[in-house]
């Protein structure tokens, strides 16, 4: 299984960045999948997660109403739509994949992880 994470950068704060992370090795239709980050000295932080159809998605506090989490099924692809970004969103952001019946913001309940991707917001 592989999960390869696209779509980092560095962006000045205000601005939008889009993450995307394809899979392979596992049909993608099953799995929930989730977006985390973390910041240097922090711990990981989940972000977003969506099930398996795409009809339910979940967000942290700090990036609701900023970000957007989808999916194509068909391109076994999930995406991060990150707009208003702000310094404090720098981070290296990983995707994850979790089997069916759990999907939500715990690293346990994932199976695969992607390498992760740089983000860093300038001020």
């Known amino acids: 299984v592989q999960l390869q994470a696209s779509g980092g950068g560095l962006v000045q704060a205000g601005g939008s960045e889009r993450l995307s992370c394809a899979a392979s090795?596992?049909?993608?239709?099953?799995?929930?999948m989730g977006w985390s980050r973390q910041a240097p000295g922090k711990e990981r932080e989940f972000v977003a997660a969506?099930?398996?159809?795409?009809?339910?998605?979940y967000y942290a506090d700090s990036v609701k109403g900023r970000f957007t989490i989808s999916r194509d099924n068909a391109k076994n692809t999930v995406y991060l739509q990150m707009n208003s970004l702000k310094p404090e969103d720098t981070a290296v952001y990983y995707c994850?994949?979790?089997?069916?019946?759990?999907?939500?913001?715990?690293?346990?309940?994932?199976?695969?992880w992607g390498q992760g991707t740089q983000v860093t917001v300038s001020s």
């Open positions: 994850a994949a979790a089997g069916p019946g759990v999907c939500g913001f715990s690293s346990a309940m994932y199976d695969y």
């Open positions: 090795g596992l049909t993608f239709r099953n799995y929930n």
């Open positions: 969506i099930r398996w159809s795409g009809g339910i998605t």
